[in-house]
């Protein structure tokens, strides 16, 4: 079945470092890529996504790539600041018809150090 | 505009009693998925629901569990005889009917602990 792999499964980096999280994905169909934060307690909140026509996709300190070829896409964090401490997970769905489900990664937890 | 809702917030039962999640989805949304959290995991998907109809289910486990989205009313996950590996977060999450905006938007959660 429908499967993501997400690496690191931790993350410890310095403020004002960047970070890079990894994920790939089995099912070729899928053509909607989603990253989710999540505080602890807290539900999962959308920071960037992104759609299989488009290569790269940023939002000011955030960006995604994919790579379709070799089925995998990135979270890259520049200038990290201590309150982007949390868990990162990574998605994958094929948004078509009556389908979209997401399936996620395993999470990665992102430390930021002051 | 309210967001995805979901109650109660905290739920818990004894084994073999019945947990009845509730999830609203945001208004004008007409598609319905519930996740499920265990602790220290990532997000399982379970179910994926329109007003009505059950669209996929191949994530729900065989027995105990079962979901609906009536016509009028939140969706609702239900889980029968409940047991101690039940014990997760449940997150439900919605969507427009399919067009330009694909993202899910989740609810704050369902916390269930079975004593």
């Known amino acids: 079945g429908e499967n993501v792999e997400q690496h690191p499964s931790t993350l410890s980096v310095q403020e004002g470092d960047s970070a890079v999280i990894k994920c790939t994905y089995s099912?070729?169909?899928?053509?909607?890529f989603p990253w989710y934060k999540q505080e602890l307690g807290k539900r999962p909140q959308l920071i960037i996504d992104?759609?299989?026509?488009?290569g790269e996709k940023k939002d000011q300190r955030i960006a995604v790539t994919l790579n379709k070829t070799a089925k995998h896409f990135s979270l890259h964090i520049t200038e990290t600041q201590p309150e982007d401490s949390a868990v990162y997970f990574c998605a994958a769905t094929r948004r078509s018809g009556n389908t979209g489900k997401l399936i996620f990664g395993q999470g990665t937890t992102l430390q930021v150090k002051p | 505009n309210a967001g995805v809702m979901q109650n109660p917030r905290h739920l818990v039962r004894r084994r073999g009693q019945e947990a009845r999640l509730r999830c609203s989805p945001m208004?004008?949304?007409?598609?319905v998925y519930w996740y499920r959290q265990l602790p220290e995991e990532g997000l399982k998907f379970m179910v994926y629901l329109q007003k009505e109809n059950i669209i996929d289910e191949s994530g729900m486990p065989k027995e105990r569990f079962s979901a609906e989205f009536p016509k009028e009313g939140p969706s609702i996950l239900r889980i029968q005889q409940v047991v101690r590996g039940d014990s997760a977060a449940y997150f439900c999450?919605?969507?427009?009917?399919?067009?330009?905006?694909?993202?899910?938007?989740f609810g704050p959660g369902t916390r269930l602990t079975v004593l």
């Open positions: 208004k004008g949304h007409s598609h």
């Open positions: 992104i759609r299989s026509n488009v």
């Open positions: 099912d070729s169909a899928s053509n909607y």
């Open positions: 999450a919605s969507s427009p009917r399919q067009g330009v905006v694909w993202e899910q938007f």
